[in-house]
């Protein structure tokens, strides 16, 4: 059974940092490109980053772009997604999605998320 | 940047009725939409890829058809547990604002 989890979600100052983190299980997560997504409270979903099988490739949307990096470890079968210079309008539950390459475009397996929340 | 333009906002309809949503996209998409499900306090899930197949385990009152830039979802009889939110997602990323299904 595919499995994602989450973690390291909560509350931070504007300005300030965070690492997510996703656990990988029940699939060769070596062979697929992985992705964040995210949805602010209230709001539609959101595609934040993607990255490689082998970490070769990584994209960003443009609002996050020089602020947030994604990166994986294929040992460890973890994604993970560093945050920083946070600002308000990153408040979302920041999802892990298997998927996102322009094949695989759909993603077709997601965590349950975990909230981070920006406010002073 | 294509943007996906869903429709109706909100579709609200009794159990057994037919639901038809729309996604429009701005440039062509080819085949390569998929459609999500996601319910309060839950992850999406998806439900159809490349406008017509339906994910695994996904009941086949689900079903999606178009190509192009028209795109239709269609719940053939409704379900109390269909009521949800349901977005659009196009193979560059960006996603629809949803349409939510009110079931009566």
């Known amino acids: 059974e595919v499995q994602l989890v989450e973690s390291g979600g909560g509350l931070v100052q504007p300005g300030g940092s965070l690492r997510l983190s996703c656990a990988a299980s029940?699939?060769?997560?070596?062979?697929?490109?992985m992705s964040w997504v995210r949805q602010a409270p209230g709001k539609g979903l959101e595609w934040v980053a993607n990255?490689?099988?082998?970490?070769?490739?990584?994209y960003y949307v443009y609002s996050v772009k020089g602020r947030f990096t994604i990166s994986r470890d294929t040992v460890k079968n973890s994604l993970y997604l560093q945050m920083n210079s946070l600002r308000v309008e990153d408040t979302a539950v920041y999802y892990c999605?298997?998927?996102?390459?322009?094949?695989?475009?759909?993603?077709?397996?997601w965590g349950q998320g975990t909230l981070v929340t920006v406010s002073s | 940047e294509i943007v996906l333009t869903q429709s109706p906002v909100t579709l609200s309809l009794s159990p057994g009725e037919r639901a038809t949503l729309s996604c429009r996209a701005s440039?062509?998409?080819?085949?390569?939409l998929a459609w999500y499900q996601q319910k309060p306090g839950q992850a999406p899930r998806l439900l159809i890829y490349?406008?017509?197949n339906r994910a695994t385990g996904i009941p086949a009152r689900f079903s999606g058809s178009g190509s192009g830039t028209d795109f239709t979802l269609t719940i053939s009889s409704l379900e109390p547990e269909d009521s949800a939110v349901y977005y659009c997602?196009?193979?560059?990323?960006?996603f629809g604002q949803g349409t939510k299904v009110e079931i009566k």
């Open positions: 999605a298997r998927g996102g390459d322009w094949n695989h475009y759909y993603f077709d397996y």
């Open positions: 029940g699939f060769t997560f070596s062979s697929y490109w």
């Open positions: 990255i490689k099988q082998d970490g070769s490739e990584k």
């Open positions: 440039q062509s998409v080819s085949i390569y």
């Open positions: 490349d406008a017509s």
């Open positions: 997602l196009q193979r560059s990323g960006t």
